[in-house]
């Protein structure tokens, strides 16, 4: 490749998202990254793509109901380029509801559903049922939204690259940046905007609930991957010493995880994991041009959402750096 339009510098979820949106318009792209593909938060092994819950609507609400309507098509269009599976599945979603007050605020968001998801999805309140694949709930309800969906993280930053390579694109770990160059450089990126890093650690366990609605509660993900493993995640840590290590915040997440859901009694743990995710000031994703570095782009931020909003993100940024249209959200500019 002589001439490149787009340089995306970081190689985790959202630089290539923006990537493979230039590339499938044609544009050249290259994507730097020292450190390799999904080598940052992007690489985890949870994978939850849960909504916000549908009420007091707002712009970030919407992107992010937007992005997981387009995900199914999306994930279906890069895993036939890529020719390899990313674990993508639309599998909805399950949480106990702990007393009245939780019924009550659940079946009027229920009603909120109805005109908020479009007819696209449905937020229910439903009775527990006999399934094993089910979270123990006080009082023999539910939330079943059927919007929730789960991918295997590194599974879908690999067949990304490899997408994006078969669009004409490269990844390197070291290069020139030419053309218009986008910032998605994770936790560290973020510190020059404002924002910081918040530590994450989850773990793997060896059980097939593969098919089944991904679980909630205690404010813990519990993700059936379709290829026979659970994820647990996971902490929230706003100071930490190592950010690639697990400890005991990790054997009290499990501990949890068993004592909410004690169908995973039993179940081997095959891999743990800590990473750190990038989180702005406001909580949503950084996009547009970037205040640190004049005539850049950025987009960063997607901390716990960052797999949800990456259709999304991948279109906006690709309208604003190829046809200088503008479609990001006021809340999202840096």
């Known amino acids: 490749m002589t001439t490149v339009d787009v340089t995306v510098m970081g190689a985790g979820v959202f630089g290539l998202s923006v990537a493979y949106a230039c590339a499938s318009r044609g544009a050249r792209v290259r994507v730097i990254d020292p450190y390799g593909v999904g080598a940052g938060s992007s690489g985890g092994i949870v994978g939850a793509l849960a909504p916000h819950v549908p009420e007091n609507w707002n712009d970030k609400k919407a992107f992010q109901f937007e992005s997981l309507i387009m995900a199914e098509g999306f994930w279906a269009d890069v895993c036939r380029s890529a020719g390899m599976d990313a674990g993508y599945l639309r599998s909805g979603r399950l949480q106990p509801l702990a007393d009245e007050r939780a019924v009550d605020l659940a079946r009027a968001r229920a ?5 908020l998801w479009q007819g696209k999805a449905v937020w229910q309140v439903v009775p527990m049922g006999e399934s094993r694949w089910m979270p123990p709930s006080p009082t023999g309800l539910v939330v079943h939204d059927t919007l929730s969906a789960l991918i295997q993280p590194r599974k879908a930053t690999q067949a990304l690259a490899r997408a994006v390579v078969g669009l004409g694109g490269e990844i390197v770990k070291c290069g020139p940046t030419e053309g218009k160059t986008l910032w998605a450089t994770g936790w560290v ?5 404002g924002g910081n890093g918040v530590k994450g650690q989850a773990a793997l366990l ?3 609930a593969a098919g089944s609605p991904q679980l909630f509660a205690d404010a813990l993900h519990i993700i059936p991957h379709r290829d026979g493993t659970v994820a647990i995640g996971s902490t929230s840590e706003r100071e930490f010493d190592a950010p690639d290590t697990t400890d005991a915040q990790l054997d009290a997440v499990l501990a949890r995880a068993l004592a909410a859901f004690p169908v995973l009694a039993g179940a081997p743990v095959i891999a743990r994991w800590a990473g750190v995710r990038p989180r702005s000031q406001s909580r949503s994703p950084v996009l ?5 570095r004049t005539g850049d782009y950025i987009a960063n931020g997607g901390f716990k ?3 949800g909003m990456a259709p999304k993100v991948g279109e906006v940024m690709a309208d604003l750096l190829l046809d200088g249209v503008d479609r990001i959200p006021q809340g999202f500019r840096a």
């Open 305 to 307: 959402i960052g797999f």
């Open 288 to 292: 547009g041009t970037h205040p640190a």
């Open 111 to 115: 009603e909120t559903a109805k005109d």
């Open 189 to 193: 990126g973020m510190k020059e905007v």
């Open 206 to 208: 060896r059980f097939d």
